[in-house]
C-alpha cells in the first residue's frame, strides 16, 4: 500500500486533515522538483544568471 492508496482512502472516508497533508505534500515536492531543475539547468548552462537582469 503506498501514498496514493492513503489518499485515495482518505478522500473515501472523507479525512480532511489527511487529505490536506497531502495536498501540501505535492506542493512541497512540486516546488522542490522545479527549484532543483532550475538550479540544475543554472549549472548546465552558466550563461543563465539566478537572480534575473541587473541593469
Not at 7 to 12: G, K, L
Not at 25 to 51: F, M, S
Amino acid at each position: 500500500d503506498g501514498v496514493g492508496k492513503l489518499a485515495v482512502d482518505s478522500i473515501t472516508m472523507r479525512d480532511y486533515p489527511m487529505i490536506q497533508a497531502y495536498v501540501v505534500w505535492l506542493a512541497v515536492i512540486y516546488v522542490a522538483v522545479n527549484l532543483a531543475a532550475d538550479l540544475i539547468y543554472h549549472y548546465l548552462d552558466p550563461r543563465i544568471r539566478l537572480g534575473g537582469d541587473r541593469a
